[in-house]
């Protein structure tokens, strides 16, 4: 079985200006999400699409509080079986003629294929109390928090 996976716009990151760009065939299926404060964006590990990557089921130590050894599946890890990445993002404006979304913040490079955007409703896609294992129980508890917290002091790379 082959799957086919088309990218429906561009993620642009510029200094402070953070946007996805879709493509004209894409615009229309912006009707609706006016409204909605926050889209999950799929978007595609571009960097890591290649055999190495993909190859790569565990990984050594990526957090410096966590364990020595983790599975990909318990990770963030750009490297996995399909790059596929999924972030929630505050949308800022919608730009419905130019087929535009601002976002208070991406986890991706400029350039990044987006491959789907879902809007967040909270009586589907949030969980009221979480459990999580101790090495990142300390972490923020929400998007609106996180962009003050010290990301970088949790990473090994």
Same mark, same amino acid.
């Given at each position: 079985?082959?799957?086919?996976?088309?990218?429906?716009?561009?993620?642009?990151?510029?200094?402070?200006?953070?946007?996805?760009?879709?493509?004209?065939?894409?615009?229309?299926?912006?009707?609706?999400?006016?409204?909605?404060?926050?889209?999950?964006?799929?978007?595609?590990?571009?960097?890591?699409?290649?055999?190495?990557?993909?190859?790569?089921?565990?990984?050594?130590?990526?957090?410096?509080?966590?364990?020595?050894?983790?599975?990909?599946?318990?990770?963030?890890?750009?490297?996995?079986?399909? #790059?596929?990445?999924?972030?929630?993002?505050?949308?800022?404006?919608?730009?419905?003629?130019?087929?535009?979304?601002?976002?208070?913040?991406?986890?991706?490079?400029?350039?990044?294929?987006?491959?789907?955007?879902?809007?967040? #409703?909270?009586?589907?896609?949030?969980?009221?109390?979480?459990?999580?294992?101790?090495?990142?129980?300390?972490?923020?508890?929400?998007?609106?928090?996180?962009?003050?917290?010290?990301?970088?002091?949790?990473?090994?790379?």
């Amino acid at each position: 079985m082959e799957y086919q996976v088309k990218p429906i716009g561009t993620l642009r990151v510029r200094g402070g200006d953070c946007r996805i760009e879709l493509l004209p065939e894409y615009v229309s299926a912006l009707t609706g999400l006016e409204g909605f404060g926050a889209v999950q964006v799929l978007w595609w590990f571009s960097a890591c699409d290649h055999a190495v990557s993909r190859a790569v089921r565990t990984v050594n130590k990526p957090y410096r509080k966590g364990p020595d050894t983790l599975g990909v599946f318990a990770t963030r890890s750009p490297e996995r079986p399909n #790059p596929i990445a999924l972030s929630c993002a505050t949308v800022m404006y919608i730009d419905s003629a130019n087929g535009v979304i601002g976002l208070a913040y991406c986890d991706a490079f400029d350039g990044t294929p987006v491959l789907d955007l879902k809007p967040y #409703p909270p009586s589907l896609d949030r969980v009221e109390r979480p459990t999580v294992p101790a090495w990142c129980a300390h972490w923020p508890k929400n998007t609106e928090t996180s962009g003050d917290f010290d990301w970088a002091d949790e990473f090994n790379f």
